[in-house]
């Protein structure tokens, strides 16, 4: 596993990123967006993963879009990067972008370890993860969700239901009492991931209890 580290190394609060190599050209970006939206410290983890499709699925399903199927990877990814997290004097956010913001959100339900969940336009039209979450107890004192305004006008059967499930969710969420937001950003699923996704750091920096 490769890491890169950005930030307050002795900072309190820990954000861990799982990215591609598409997100490591912006994440210097990202990192300056996050301090100009909030003045807490932090250190960020970003984490290389090699398969986008298998790393950060939770369990096998078919390609939506290409040819390449999603695998079940997301429970290795999960343990490789825990240990990371052994640290009881620090606080740890978990968050990422589109898949990365899907596996953010699924590991919240498989560890208590993440005190909050940055989940930039999570894939939430993944098959069956909005009856995941239906079926299973969140671990994490904040939220935070966000999805372009044009996201769910597209052809493709299965992530036009984006819009839909993440209005589900969040319900969802509020219903269990969970401290979240739902954010809409203006476009579609491409535009500003290093910006949308340092929002949803700041805001879940600005959100956990102090």
Not at 50 to 65: I, K
């Amino acid at each position: 596993m490769r890491i890169y580290e950005y930030g307050e190394p002795n900072a309190k609060n820990v954000l861990l990123q799982p990215v591609g190599d598409h997100d490591l050209p912006a994440i210097e970006n990202e990192i300056r967006e996050i301090k100009r939206l909030t003045a807490q410290p932090f250190r960020l983890i970003a984490v290389k993963v090699e398969s986008w499709n298998n790393d950060l699925s939770p369990w096998c399903a078919p390609a939506v879009f290409g040819h390449e199927d999603f695998g079940d990877g997301a429970a290795a990814l999960l343990r490789e990067i825990l240990p990371l997290c052994e640290d009881a004097d620090r606080r740890y956010i978990i968050g990422g972008y589109s898949m990365a913001g899907l596996f953010a959100l699924w590991s919240a339900y498989r560890t208590d370890r993440f005190s909050g969940i940055a989940a930039a336009s999570p894939s939430l039209w993944f098959p069956k993860f909005l009856e995941y979450m239906q079926a299973h107890d969140l671990h994490s004192a904040a939220v935070y969700l966000s999805l372009g305004n044009r996201e769910e006008k597209t052809r493709n059967p299965v992530m036009s239901t984006v819009g839909d499930r993440m209005r589900a969710a969040y319900a969802l969420l509020q219903e269990k009492n969970v401290s979240c937001t739902l954010e809409w950003n203006s476009g579609g699923h491409f535009q500003q991931p290093d910006c949308r996704t340092a929002k949803a750091f700041a805001w879940v920096l600005e959100h956990l209890f102090y």
